[in-house]
């Protein structure tokens, strides 16, 4: 199933406005702002999930809705170029369908003081900071082939794996999205499509959204901790010191001789190619997503 999807992905995606490969010889133009299937996609299966009056609460409409902003917003950025000092304020209006419907608990887990109800505070303050954290920092990390794809799709795995565990009635909201970005990540990874800001935006308030919705918030924030060292990196040296993150080509191999993120950090120590590169950082999100659902069981 999942290759068929591949392959239909790789159809539509000749219709795209293509953008330059700039870790490729020649600078190839690729496909761009395909993370628009993804949102396509599992928009219209969660309204028609709702619509089977399958699901009591509104959880699928709301979803859905975070989807849809978060998308918009991602294709904004993608028409407009926006400063990140205007973009990472984007996210709180995608954490308004949240706010109004009021979907998930009030009472969340937390490691240091157990689980605390956050009451009213909860929707109006602790759910648009955990949507605007986490789609920025996904955000953040990007550049190389199936980074901006890969990470999300293994951390979304680790928030459909808790919640089947644990027995959540909204893990059916996972279907078809956990699909669609590992078939967006499996062209992406191959250098046939970007996402864009479209997709990375999308990933990121999907994330975030069903994490709030399922009440799994614990695991979403330990299955994103290199994408918070990543942002770490990047605002403390662009903050402080003035200074922004680029990788060096010497095809086939990337290197850096500075450490402002997280993909600089390891290309400093190990200048590796693209793809190698891309899978070491991946591994770090199975650790801390394997990590987040042992968490979860204990």
């Not at 690729?30 to 969660?46: H, K, Q």
């Not at 951390?155 to 027995?167: E, I, P």
């Not at 662009?238 to 990337?254: D, G, Q, T, V, Y």
Request: proline content about 5%; aromatic content about 12%; glycine content about 8%.
């Amino acid at each position: 199933m999942l290759y068929k999807v591949a392959a239909g992905i790789l159809g539509i995606a000749k219709l795209f406005p293509k953008a330059p490969d700039e870790h490729k010889p020649g600078r190839p133009m690729i496909p761009n702002g395909l993370g628009a299937v993804y949102i396509l996609s599992s928009v219209i299966y969660l309204f028609i999930l709702q619509g089977l009056q399958r699901w009591n609460r509104l959880s699928a409409l709301t979803l859905a809705s975070c989807i849809l902003f978060g998308g918009f917003m991602g294709l904004f950025d993608d028409w407009a170029d926006l400063r990140w000092r205007y973009k990472a304020f984007l996210p709180l209006i995608a954490a308004l369908p949240l706010i109004v419907l009021r979907e998930g608990e009030t009472t969340m887990s937390t490691y240091f003081w157990g689980k605390v109800d956050f009451g009213p505070l909860y929707y109006f303050v602790v759910a648009p900071l955990i949507v605007t954290i986490t789609t920025n920092t996904v955000n953040q990390l990007g550049g190389l082939n199936g980074l901006e794809s890969i990470c999300p799709s293994i951390v979304l795995s680790g928030l459909f794996a808790v919640s089947m565990l644990h027995g959540r009635e909204q893990t059916v909201l996972l279907y078809v999205p956990l699909v669609a970005s590992w078939a967006l990540a499996y062209y992406n990874f191959r250098g046939k499509i970007f996402v864009g800001n479209t997709g990375s935006f999308s990933f990121g308030i999907t994330l975030a959204s069903y994490a709030i919705i399922a009440n799994i918030e614990q695991t979403l924030a330990v299955s994103i901790i290199p994408y918070i060292i990543n942002s770490s990196l990047i605002l403390i040296n662009i903050l402080f010191f003035k200074r922004r993150a680029a990788l060096e080509i010497s095809w086939p191999m990337l290197k850096a001789k500075h450490r402002r993120s997280l993909t600089t950090l390891i290309a400093y120590y190990y200048p590796t190619t693209e793809h190698k590169l891309v899978l070491l950082i991946s591994s770090l999100f199975i650790l801390t997503t394997a990590v987040a659902v042992l968490i979860s069981v204990t």
